[in-house]
């Protein structure tokens, strides 16, 4: 039988929004009580909980959430564990997850921290197609030029930030991350799960 985890953050109570952007807000506008029917607003960043970045976010001119097959977003992953002592994800992390081209890479981390420029372009390297971990960024947070994002959106290495692996073991799954339909938009949040 497939298991199925669910890799996704709750947007609301208690989840952490990345520092300066807009904090998710749900506001009931009628409720059955009320009326006939109930309504919420919802007002959030488009980096909001898990979610992906495309290249539009750091790359002028770059591909933004509609501009993918929804496909693209079906993919075979590779769940890696990062030592408990590294202070970033590195190219050692990346040769060790095996990928093969097209894979996603899912960094299991546990704590904040982002990848090395090396462990990035060793992603590239490997013809990934995907990079996530479980931080609300694959940047380390002195890095404010985000070089990560750019040498993976550059390369169009989709960026899927905000997950939980916390019940994941390492090893090989199907990973499924849709986004949003937003035509334009440099990221979505999404719904992400692994199955296996």
Known sequence: ?????????????????YPGDPP?????????????????????????????????????????????????FILSAVVVQVSGEASAVTHEDVLRARLQPGDAVLFRTGRPVGLTPEAARACVGAEARLAGIDTMSVDRFEDVDLPVHRILLGNDVLVLEGIDLSD??????TLSCLP???PGCEASPVRAVLTG
């Open 168 to 173: 994941v073991s390492p090893g090989r799954y």
């Open 24 to 72: 998710f807000r749900r506001e009931v506008v009628t409720t059955l009580d009320g009326g006939a029917f109930s309504l919420s607003r919802l007002s959030m960043s488009a980096h909001s909980g898990t979610h992906l970045d495309f290249p539009a976010h750091v790359i002028p001119g770059g591909k933004g959430a509609a501009d993918y097959p929804a496909s693209a």
């Open 1 to 17: 039988m497939t298991t199925v985890f669910d890799i996704s953050v709750p947007l609301g109570a208690g989840a952490v929004d």
């Open 180 to 182: 949003l339909l937003i």
